[in-house]
Protein backbone atom coordinates (compact mmCIF):
# COMPACT_ATOMS: atom_id res chain seq x y z
CA UNK A 1 0.00 0.00 0.00
CA UNK A 2 0.89 3.83 -0.36
CA UNK A 3 2.87 5.10 2.60
CA UNK A 4 4.22 8.64 2.54
CA UNK A 5 5.76 9.58 6.09
CA UNK A 6 7.08 13.38 6.95
CA UNK A 7 9.94 14.21 8.94
CA UNK A 8 11.57 17.07 10.04
CA UNK A 9 9.26 19.50 11.45
CA UNK A 10 9.38 21.35 14.66
CA UNK A 11 10.23 24.82 16.03
CA UNK A 12 12.36 27.44 14.17
CA UNK A 13 12.71 31.15 14.55
CA UNK A 14 11.67 33.58 12.53
CA UNK A 15 14.07 33.88 9.83
CA UNK A 16 15.56 30.51 10.01
CA UNK A 17 15.53 27.40 7.79
CA UNK A 18 14.17 24.38 7.96
CA UNK A 19 14.26 21.03 5.91
CA UNK A 20 11.12 18.11 5.44
CA UNK A 21 11.48 14.93 4.38
CA UNK A 22 9.24 12.61 2.56
CA UNK A 23 9.85 8.54 2.50
CA UNK A 24 7.12 7.16 -0.28
CA UNK A 25 7.17 3.34 0.24
CA UNK A 26 4.80 0.76 -2.03
CA UNK A 27 4.39 2.09 -5.31
CA UNK A 28 7.59 3.60 -8.11
CA UNK A 29 8.54 6.49 -6.54
CA UNK A 30 10.30 7.97 -9.90
CA UNK A 31 7.09 7.35 -11.95
CA UNK A 32 5.54 10.32 -10.30
CA UNK A 33 5.41 13.86 -9.67
CA UNK A 34 5.15 14.86 -5.91
CA UNK A 35 3.45 17.87 -3.72
CA UNK A 36 3.95 19.71 -0.43
CA UNK A 37 0.87 21.24 0.50
CA UNK A 38 0.23 22.78 4.05
CA UNK A 39 -3.06 23.73 6.48
CA UNK A 40 -2.22 26.59 9.11
CA UNK A 41 -3.90 26.80 12.28
CA UNK A 42 -7.81 27.73 11.72
CA UNK A 43 -7.14 27.85 8.10
CA UNK A 44 -7.94 25.73 4.83
CA UNK A 45 -5.58 23.34 2.66
CA UNK A 46 -2.80 25.26 0.74
CA UNK A 47 -0.83 23.98 -1.90
CA UNK A 48 2.95 24.68 -2.20
CA UNK A 49 5.45 22.68 -4.85
CA UNK A 50 5.25 20.69 -7.04
CA UNK A 51 7.97 18.13 -9.01
CA UNK A 52 7.62 16.26 -11.51
CA UNK A 53 8.86 12.55 -11.60
CA UNK A 54 12.22 13.61 -13.44
CA UNK A 55 12.56 17.02 -11.68
CA UNK A 56 12.28 18.53 -15.44
CA UNK A 57 9.62 20.67 -13.76
CA UNK A 58 8.77 22.68 -10.39
CA UNK A 59 6.77 25.26 -9.58
CA UNK A 60 5.70 26.74 -6.26
CA UNK A 61 3.19 28.97 -4.67
CA UNK A 62 3.52 32.63 -4.46
CA UNK A 63 3.57 32.46 -0.97
CA UNK A 64 7.05 30.97 -1.01
CA UNK A 65 8.16 31.67 -4.20
CA UNK A 66 12.10 32.22 -3.63
CA UNK A 67 11.86 31.18 0.09
CA UNK A 68 10.88 27.27 -0.10
CA UNK A 69 13.00 24.93 -2.97
CA UNK A 70 11.35 21.27 -3.46
CA UNK A 71 13.58 18.32 -4.69
CA UNK A 72 13.87 14.80 -4.50
CA UNK A 73 15.78 11.84 -5.07
CA UNK A 74 14.81 8.68 -6.91
CA UNK A 75 17.18 6.72 -5.55
CA UNK A 76 16.24 7.07 -1.45
CA UNK A 77 12.69 7.33 -2.69
CA UNK A 78 12.52 10.81 -0.67
CA UNK A 79 10.90 14.00 -1.53
CA UNK A 80 12.62 16.99 0.17
CA UNK A 81 10.98 20.90 0.86
CA UNK A 82 13.88 23.21 1.95
CA UNK A 83 12.60 26.37 3.70
CA UNK A 84 14.26 29.34 4.43
CA UNK A 85 13.52 32.96 5.79
CA UNK A 86 10.84 31.43 7.65
CA UNK A 87 7.86 33.28 8.65
CA UNK A 88 5.22 32.87 11.14
CA UNK A 89 2.42 32.52 8.53
CA UNK A 90 4.61 29.50 7.76
CA UNK A 91 3.15 27.79 10.51
CA UNK A 92 1.31 24.51 9.69
CA UNK A 93 0.97 21.04 9.22
CA UNK A 94 2.73 20.26 6.05
CA UNK A 95 1.90 17.29 3.49
CA UNK A 96 3.70 15.89 1.61
CA UNK A 97 1.51 14.01 -1.32
CA UNK A 98 1.65 12.05 -4.71
CA UNK A 99 0.29 13.49 -7.93
CA UNK A 100 -1.90 11.55 -9.73
CA UNK A 101 -1.00 9.53 -13.35
CA UNK A 102 -3.08 12.05 -14.99
CA UNK A 103 -4.33 15.60 -14.62
CA UNK A 104 -3.41 17.55 -11.72
CA UNK A 105 -5.49 15.89 -8.73
CA UNK A 106 -3.50 14.17 -5.77
CA UNK A 107 -4.27 10.61 -4.83
CA UNK A 108 -1.97 9.69 -1.56
CA UNK A 109 -1.45 12.26 1.27
CA UNK A 110 0.89 11.48 4.33
CA UNK A 111 -0.07 12.45 7.99
CA UNK A 112 1.67 15.78 7.99
CA UNK A 113 4.40 17.36 10.15
CA UNK A 114 4.10 20.46 12.14
CA UNK A 115 6.08 23.51 11.83
CA UNK A 116 5.84 26.12 14.06
CA UNK A 117 7.58 29.38 13.27
CA UNK A 118 8.26 31.05 16.58
CA UNK A 119 10.36 33.15 18.64
CA UNK B 1 -8.30 34.40 -0.40
CA UNK B 2 -8.69 31.26 -2.10
CA UNK B 3 -8.81 31.39 -6.01
CA UNK B 4 -11.63 28.94 -5.81
CA UNK B 5 -14.52 29.95 -3.73
CA UNK B 6 -16.80 27.30 -1.71
CA UNK B 7 -19.31 28.12 1.04
CA UNK B 8 -18.02 28.00 4.29
CA UNK B 9 -20.43 25.81 5.76
CA UNK B 10 -23.15 23.28 4.89
CA UNK B 11 -25.81 21.31 6.88
CA UNK B 12 -27.98 18.81 6.58
CA UNK B 13 -29.85 16.04 8.09
CA UNK B 14 -29.16 12.29 8.42
CA UNK B 15 -30.16 10.92 4.99
CA UNK B 16 -30.52 14.28 3.27
CA UNK B 17 -29.00 15.49 0.26
CA UNK B 18 -26.11 18.61 0.39
CA UNK B 19 -24.68 20.09 -2.22
CA UNK B 20 -21.05 21.89 -1.88
CA UNK B 21 -20.17 24.88 -5.11
CA UNK B 22 -17.01 25.50 -6.12
CA UNK B 23 -16.69 28.85 -8.25
CA UNK B 24 -13.45 29.93 -10.02
CA UNK B 25 -12.87 31.88 -13.17
CA UNK B 26 -11.37 31.64 -16.65
CA UNK B 27 -8.29 30.93 -15.87
CA UNK B 28 -8.58 27.75 -13.91
CA UNK B 29 -12.34 25.70 -14.03
CA UNK B 30 -13.16 27.85 -17.20
CA UNK B 31 -10.19 26.93 -18.97
CA UNK B 32 -10.51 23.38 -18.87
CA UNK B 33 -8.93 22.27 -16.10
CA UNK B 34 -10.40 19.13 -14.35
CA UNK B 35 -11.89 19.59 -10.48
CA UNK B 36 -11.36 17.44 -7.72
CA UNK B 37 -12.51 17.21 -4.25
CA UNK B 38 -11.02 15.80 -1.07
CA UNK B 39 -12.52 14.86 2.68
CA UNK B 40 -10.61 16.42 5.08
CA UNK B 41 -11.03 15.06 9.08
CA UNK B 42 -8.65 16.67 11.47
CA UNK B 43 -5.47 15.51 12.61
CA UNK B 44 -5.71 13.07 9.31
CA UNK B 45 -4.51 12.72 5.59
CA UNK B 46 -7.26 14.39 3.27
CA UNK B 47 -8.33 11.99 1.18
CA UNK B 48 -8.99 12.03 -2.55
CA UNK B 49 -13.17 11.85 -3.13
CA UNK B 50 -13.47 12.79 -7.05
CA UNK B 51 -11.06 13.40 -9.60
CA UNK B 52 -11.57 14.40 -13.14
CA UNK B 53 -14.67 16.46 -12.34
CA UNK B 54 -17.33 13.05 -11.52
CA UNK B 55 -14.82 9.83 -11.19
CA UNK B 56 -14.93 8.47 -7.61
CA UNK B 57 -11.69 6.58 -6.16
CA UNK B 58 -12.12 2.62 -5.80
CA UNK B 59 -13.56 2.47 -2.12
CA UNK B 60 -15.59 5.50 -2.76
CA UNK B 61 -19.26 5.36 -1.92
CA UNK B 62 -21.44 6.17 -4.86
CA UNK B 63 -23.65 8.78 -2.53
CA UNK B 64 -20.78 11.09 -3.17
CA UNK B 65 -20.90 12.38 -6.89
CA UNK B 66 -19.12 15.32 -8.81
CA UNK B 67 -20.26 17.80 -12.03
CA UNK B 68 -18.89 20.38 -13.44
CA UNK B 69 -20.26 23.55 -16.17
CA UNK B 70 -18.22 26.26 -16.75
CA UNK B 71 -16.43 28.33 -14.26
CA UNK B 72 -18.02 25.98 -11.70
CA UNK B 73 -18.32 22.81 -9.79
CA UNK B 74 -20.48 20.77 -7.26
CA UNK B 75 -19.47 17.92 -4.65
CA UNK B 76 -23.09 16.33 -4.09
CA UNK B 77 -23.59 14.00 -1.08
CA UNK B 78 -26.88 11.91 -1.35
CA UNK B 79 -27.98 9.67 1.98
CA UNK B 80 -26.19 11.74 4.25
CA UNK B 81 -24.76 9.78 7.27
CA UNK B 82 -22.74 10.90 10.79
CA UNK B 83 -19.33 9.79 9.41
CA UNK B 84 -19.73 12.74 6.40
CA UNK B 85 -19.22 14.90 9.00
CA UNK B 86 -15.77 16.44 7.67
CA UNK B 87 -14.39 19.53 5.52
CA UNK B 88 -14.25 19.21 1.96
CA UNK B 89 -11.81 21.13 -0.71
CA UNK B 90 -12.48 21.57 -4.22
CA UNK B 91 -9.06 21.83 -6.32
CA UNK B 92 -7.76 22.56 -9.53
CA UNK B 93 -4.75 24.08 -11.51
CA UNK B 94 -4.68 27.82 -12.65
CA UNK B 95 -2.27 28.57 -15.94
CA UNK B 96 -2.17 32.28 -14.25
CA UNK B 97 -0.66 31.49 -11.51
CA UNK B 98 1.17 28.15 -13.04
CA UNK B 99 0.21 25.84 -10.14
CA UNK B 100 -2.44 23.45 -8.16
CA UNK B 101 -5.25 26.12 -6.45
CA UNK B 102 -7.60 25.01 -3.62
CA UNK B 103 -11.05 26.15 -2.67
CA UNK B 104 -11.39 27.59 0.86
CA UNK B 105 -12.95 24.56 2.29
CA UNK B 106 -16.73 23.26 3.34
CA UNK B 107 -17.44 22.15 6.45
CA UNK B 108 -20.34 19.57 6.60
CA UNK B 109 -22.29 19.28 9.49
CA UNK B 110 -24.70 16.15 9.94
CA UNK B 111 -28.05 17.86 12.24
Known amino acids: QVQLVESGGGVVQPGRSLRLSCVASGFTFSNYAMHWARQGPGKGLEWVSVISSDESYKSNADSVRGRFTISRDNSKHTLYLQMSSLRAEDTAVYYCARGASSGWSIDYWGQGTLVTVSS | QSVLTQPPSVSGAPGQRVTISCTGSSSNIGAGYDVHWYQHLPGTAPKLLIY???NRPSGVPDRFSGSKSGTSASLAISGLQAEDEADYYCQSYDSSLSGVVFGGGTKVTVL
Open chain 2, 52 to 54: GNN
